[in-house]
Every structure is written in structure tokens, then in C-alpha cells.
């Protein structure tokens, strides 16, 4: 199977930009998800389809891919988006199989 | 606004088969727009995809866990289950269960998650 790299830590102060990266062989060819995951709570889907934000997803968040890389930014970070952010793809090597990322631990302080 | 919820024991022993059910409380598990599945978090690890299934029974599972695993739907139940044989350590996890929504590239993707059940294999 293939894999999903992201760094495993991104340090921001508050109001500055945090961008994380995400790097996959499907990503050309197929969307990434972004979800965020506050520390004892489920998932939450915050960017799809590459760019798209759901309903109550704060402006702040955005997203965006070139090539073989995915990227979610924060602008202007708060405290609140302290959390574990995870990329979502397909497994280039199985289409039926899907795989996350390894997490990025996103620190506002 | 729909909700998930995972249900089923705590605490299993190893080499045993563990079972959940995730109860879906609208009628969204009976429509062609969705798959429903399982992802599991081990404490202090990230997130692994396990498998998929659709209204009509069709099922697709990880790989790495396909020889263990079984899932099944009941629609008019409003549930679908997960069982996972011959459990071991490895498999101590939050389970989370989830709906999950084609794109136009054919990516399943989680849109909406239960809040999880953490699952224990020990003796």
C-alpha cells in the first residue's frame, strides 16, 4: 500500500498562518480531506474535495493541492485550532482502499 | 442532524472475536447515496481505515485486516456491525463509525463520525 506523509508537528502563534503539508502518489489524480481532532473527541471533516469547506468550518481554513501535495492553512490561527489535523486519500496502489495520514500535531501558542 | 453511535462491549479477551454495531439515527442507511464504515484510533496513534459497506451488503476491507473482518448492514434495524477475529493487543482502539460521501474521483470519505467507543483487548 502507499502512504501519506505530513510533518509531525506545526508550531504557530496566535493570528499567524499555520499551513500543513500532505504528500501522496494518488494526489494528482484523486481529491484529499482534511479533518481536525481535538484531543478526546472524533474527527471532524474540515476541508473536502482539495479546497471546499463545509457548513460552520470558520473561513480561516482553507485548502488547496498541486501534484503529488495537499495543503490545509490556517489564517490567522486561534488558540482553538490547537488539535491533531489529518489528510485523507485514496491508496494509490488499491483505488478501493482509502488511507490517512500519519497526523500533524498543530500547536497555537 | 444526523447521528452515529457506536455500541457494543468494552473489554474483550484475546483471540476473540470483537463486535460492534453502529446505530444510524435516520433513515440515510437505507438510500444508494452512502457507504458506512469503520475507523479506529489506538490510544496515542492516529486514525487507520478499516473497511466500508453499502446498503445492499457490498464490502470493502483494508487489506491489512481483511482476513480478520466481517461487516454487515441491517436496514431495517437502521445498524451496521463490525467483527474482528482472533484479537490481539494490536487491536486495543477507539473505534469510530461513519458515513461516508462519493466525490468525482470515486473518494469515500467520512463526512460525518460517531464520537467513538474504545475497545480493550486484554485477559
Redesign the interface.
Known amino acids: 500500500s502507499s502512504e501519506l506523509t505530513q510533518p509531525p508537528s506545526v508550531s504557530v502563534s496566535p493570528g499567524q498562518t499555520a499551513r500543513i503539508t500532505c504528500s501522496g502518489d494518488a494526489l494528482p489524480k484523486k481529491y484529499a480531506y482534511w479533518y481536525q481532532q481535538k484531543s478526546g473527541q472524533a474527527p471532524v471533516l474540515v476541508i473536502y474535495e482539495d479546497d471546499k469547506r463545509p457548513s460552520g468550518i470558520p473561513e480561516r481554513f482553507s485548502g488547496s493541492s498541486s501534484g503529488t501535495v495537499a495543503s490545509l492553512t490556517i489564517s490567522g490561527a486561534q488558540v482553538e485550532d490547537e488539535a491533531d489535523y489529518y489528510c485523507y486519500s485514496t491508496d494509490s496502489s488499491d483505488e478501493q482502499n482509502f488511507i490517512f495520514g500519519p497526523g500533524t500535531k498543530v500547536t497555537v501558542l | 442532524q444526523l447521528q452515529l453511535l457506536e455500541s457494543g462491549p468494552g473489554l474483550v479477551k484475546p483471540s476473540e472475536t470483537l463486535s460492534l454495531t453502529c446505530s444510524v439515527s435516520d433513515d440515510s442507511i437505507t438510500t444508494i447515496n452512502y457507504y458506512w464504515g469503520w475507523?479506529r484510533q489506538p490510544p496515542g496513534k492516529?486514525?487507520?481505515?478499516i473497511g466500508r459497506i453499502y446498503f445492499d451488503g457490498r464490502t470493502?476491507y483494508?487489506?491489512?485486516l481483511k482476513s480478520r473482518l466481517t461487516m454487515s448492514v441491517d436496514t431495517s434495524k437502521g445498524q451496521f456491525s463490525l467483527n474482528l477475529s482472533s484479537v490481539t493487543a494490536a487491536d486495543t482502539a477507539v473505534y469510530?463509525c461513519a458515513r461516508l460521501s462519493p466525490?468525482?474521483?470515486?473518494?469515500?470519505?467520512?463526512?460525518f463520525?460517531?464520537?467513538?467507543i474504545l475497545v480493550t483487548v486484554s485477559s
Open positions: 475507523i492516529g486514525l487507520e481505515w470493502f483494508n487489506p491489512s469510530y466525490d468525482g474521483q470515486l473518494v469515500w470519505a467520512p463526512h463520525w460517531g464520537q467513538g
